[in-house]
């Protein structure tokens, strides 16, 4: 159990939000918004300060936790990172919180869990540069940063290798020359990571460099950002995306209807009125959105903002993350009343990744 008092409510910052090359420091003594950078820089990282902000201590000054979570302590290196506008959508005092679930460490991941390991999706097979993956035809995703706005227990890259960041001229040059050589290729995916924690200079200049080369037709970029950190989606941003030559799509992670608040909607809404095709994916997960009940509201949500769900994802078998497995079975089942509750385009594709195959393997 992790019994460690935070004195202070001043926010620590973890190694990797101290790199964070974008933005100034934080000047507290005025009352304008602050940057995203800000508000990333002050994300949660610390379990006890996360746990009073949500009403999970015995005492109201912030004691020991609620015996109902088992904490892990020590938190691994992949520990908790929650930026307060996702933290603000949990609902206070409730350890079964959907969106708590997803960012909480727990000793659940310590559990055996045979059949689950360190690199699932055997990423390491596919590197057609450093931060280049080529799994499928004409498509290849590039590794943009390793840093999220987010850390989301059951990621499948959270025991990642790649620790570079497009934020470096050489990197960002030998992904470039990687592309421009590779005629066969017709859509970049950015990923990482996310790429849209990286500052607007480089995102912009990716943009338009890969605008750029010629066989290129498409850029497509995943994200969590617009879920965890929907101030990211400024104007400066949009405006950036808006400008490629080549049309951008957006693919934003979304798991539970709760995640989705105004602020979120003013995010997508953005994106969606400079014209950029905004689809979803899921994650399916036990105890999180595991019922058809839960999905057909974040479908509907998504539908309202025009957003198109694109894939639900059977989860990848990481180690640690084997508590929040749903078995195809039952994803199955929930698909198919699904299919009775929403219109066609409304039901995303039931989805997993076979290491080896030529596409994601179509279960629904
Ligand atoms: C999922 C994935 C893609 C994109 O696949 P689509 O079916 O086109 O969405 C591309 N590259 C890699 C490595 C992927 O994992
Ligand atoms: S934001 Fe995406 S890449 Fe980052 S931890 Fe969450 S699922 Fe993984």
């Known amino acids: 159990m992790m019994i460690v008092r935070e004195k202070s409510p001043v926010s620590f910052q973890s190694a990797d939000q101290r790199k964070d090359s974008s933005g100034g420091p934080g000047d507290r003594s005025d009352t304008r918004d602050p940057s995203w950078q800000e508000v990333l820089r002050e994300a949660y990282t610390s379990v006890p300060r996360l746990l009073k902000r949500v009403g999970l201590t015995t005492w109201a000054d912030g004691g020991p936790p609620s015996p109902a979570l088992p904490l892990l302590d020590p938190p691994d290196e992949f520990g908790l990172l ?186 997508i809404r953005r994106l969606v009125q400079s014209g950029i095709p905004v689809l979803s994916q899921s994650v399916l997960l036990r105890r999180v959105n595991d019922r058809a009940q839960v999905l057909v509201e974040l479908f509907e949500k998504l539908l309202d903002l025009q957003v198109i769900p694109y894939y639900l994802h059977q989860l990848d078998r990481v180690q640690g993350a084997a508590h929040f497995e749903v078995d195809e079975s039952g994803g199955l089942k929930i698909i198919k009343t699904l299919r009775q509750l929403l219109p066609g385009y409304g039901v995303p594709r039931y989805v997993r990744e076979v290491p080896g195959e030529r596409s994601k393997l179509i279960l629904a």
Do not use: W
Request: charged share 25%; hydrophobic share 35%; glycine share 6%.
């Open 82 to 267: 929650a930026p307060e506008p996702f933290v603000s959508r949990i609902r206070p005092g409730d350890p079964e919180d959907p969106l708590l679930r997803q960012i909480l460490p727990t000793t659940e991941e310590l559990l055996p869990c045979p059949g689950f390991c360190v690199d699932p999706l055997r990423e390491e097979d596919h590197k057609l540069a450093g931060a280049i993956l080529q799994k499928y035809t004409g498509r290849c995703l590039v590794l943009t940063t390793s840093r999220c706005a987010i850390h989301c227990r059951f990621c499948f890259r959270r025991f990642r290798s790649f620790c570079g960041s497009l934020d470096d001229p050489a990197t960002q040059m030998q992904v470039l020359r990687t592309i421009e050589a590779d005629r066969s290729l017709r859509e970049v995916i950015l990923s990482g990571g996310d790429p849209l924690v990286l500052g607007d200079d480089t995102l912009g200049e990716l943009v338009e460099r890969l605008g750029k080369i010629g066989h290129l037709r498409r850029i497509r970029i995943h994200s969590r950002v617009p879920i965890a950190l929907p101030q990211r989606i400024d104007d400066q941003l949009v405006k950036i995306l808006a400008a490629s030559k080549i049309p951008v799509y957006m693919v934003v992670h979304v798991n539970h209807p709760r995640e989705i608040d105004t602020n979120v909607e003013t995010a």
